[in-house]
């Protein structure tokens, strides 16, 4: 206002052509001697939102490999474990999580410095800040190369997968058991308690012996269910609803287009030696 003499017209046109030759479409509307602390608690905010679903992500696979299920990329001679050597610990997963923590605590931080800006005439934001800021951006950068790392190299065997399956598909079938016994002319209450009966019964097998669950069989040998078709009633795909339908469409309509959109800038395979 000083060096253009009051003229606001002059200043906000300085403003914009300050703006356009930094490379910014705009600038904050209300801005004192610095930008407003709440920013950085926003841009904080996405890191460690990003940072949620890296270490939720790391979790269950971690879960999953527990079950053998899946497991993340081990290299030829990896050690799993100083003291087991048969482990192959998920240690990719676990230092996403550990990393994934780490940023999701330092948007309190930028929380907490937001809120106590004195007039925005206080400089108790600035250490703390030159700490957070970078921090997060490493750490965070660090979390999704080790997810790409990860993803990339998933081994996943189907194999365990059915037996776990086999194992709880019986219990999870009964609903549908129950209303096709129904259909067929069977009392419903008297359905529900046979099917409680030889649930119980088969689940103290599998606890308490150690053995197969044998429910479709113990079903089967009741002649209240002659009418139903046990195979058809446990047949896998019938329990997925719209799974394979949702990620296709989520591929298509959601990462794709990202994908497309920085396709120029998207990394190539990522070496991660633990």
Same mark, same amino acid.
């Given at each position: ?37 709440? =920013? ?44 087991? &050597? ?58 999704? =190369? ?5 993803? &990339? ?7 365990? =997968? ?15 058991? $129950?209303?096709? &016994? ?38 089967? &040998? ?43 800038? $998207? ?8």
């Amino acid at each position: 206002m000083e060096l253009f003499h009051g003229d606001h017209a002059k200043v906000r046109e300085l403003e914009e052509l300050v703006c356009r030759k930094i490379g910014f479409s705009a600038a904050y509307a209300v801005s004192g001697q610095t930008y407003s602390r709440k =920013i950085d608690s926003q841009v904080l905010g996405v890191l460690s939102g990003v940072a949620q679903s890296a270490h939720k992500m790391a979790t269950d696979l971690r879960l999953l490999a527990h079950r053998k299920e899946v497991e993340e990329p081990f290299e030829k001679d990896q050690i799993g474990s100083s003291a087991m &050597a048969y482990k192959r610990n998920p240690m990719r997963s676990e230092r996403i999580c550990s990393l994934a923590r780490f940023v999701s605590t330092l948007e309190s931080s930028a929380v907490q410095t937001a809120s106590v800006q004195w007039l925005e005439r206080t400089l108790d934001d600035s250490a703390n800040r030159r700490l957070t800021l970078p921090q997060a951006f490493l750490a965070a950068d660090a979390v999704l =190369i080790l997810c790409q790392n990860v993803t &990339a190299g998933l081994l996943v065997y189907p194999r365990v =997968i059915a037996a776990h399956l086999e194992a709880e598909l019986p219990f999870m079938a009964t609903e549908n058991i $129950l209303m096709a &016994a129904v259909a067929a002319g069977g009392d419903r209450q008297d359905l529900h308690e046979r099917i409680r009966r030889h649930s119980h019964a088969a689940a103290a097998v599998v606890k308490e012996q150690g053995g197969p669950n044998d429910l479709l069989k113990r079903l089967a &040998a009741d002649p209240a269910f002659a009418k139903v078709d046990l195979v058809a009633m446990t047949e896998p795909s019938q329990f997925v609803g719209r799974a394979p339908q949702q990620v296709d469409d989520f591929i298509a309509e959601v990462i794709e287009p990202i994908r497309a959109k920085y396709a120029e800038s $998207l990394p190539g395979d990522v070496d991660v030696r633990v």
